[in-house]
């Protein structure tokens, strides 16, 4: 039985959100929403995703904190992160999303292709 992979969208702006999950679900995946890094964390937990896609200016516990608690997590651990960010600044700080244990990161404005292929390499598919 094949299902189709579930993405945690981690995303404070509705609008961006709305246009995430939307362009996952035409891309053959499952979502599951949070707008800040500790609804996050609990979806994350309740439902293990396959992979997250999450903006790194998050309320609450901002991007980087959210994937470092996941990586300390057993139950959270392995999952795949494509981090997505409005500050290209963050791409000259390697050191700190590897840290924070993020897969890729990509820069916005990108077009849902390029995410949906993201995370697909990401899931080895």
């Known amino acids: 039985m094949s299902q189709e992979p ?3 969208i981690v995303e404070d702006d509705i609008g961006t959100r709305v246009f995430y999950r939307d362009a996952l679900s035409q891309a053959g995946f499952r979502t599951v929403e949070a ?5 996050a964390l609990e979806k994350a937990q309740a439902s293990t995703p396959n992979a997250v ?12 904190e959210f994937c470092r608690a996941l990586r ?4 959270t651990r392995a999952i795949p992160i494509l981090a997505i960010t409005g500050h290209s600044g963050y791409l000259e700080e390697p050191d700190r ?3 924070a ?7 916005k404005p990108c077009s849902a292709d390029v995410i949906a292929e993201h995370l697909r390499r990401l899931l080895g598919q």
């Open 72 to 75: 300390q997590s057993p139950h």
């Open 97 to 99: 999303i590897r840290d």
């Open 6 to 8: 579930l993405i945690l």
């Open 53 to 64: 896609l999450t903006d790194l200016a998050v309320p609450g516990l901002d991007g980087f």
């Open 35 to 39: 707008h800040n890094g500790y609804q």
């Open 101 to 107: 244990g993020i897969s890729h990161v990509l820069v």
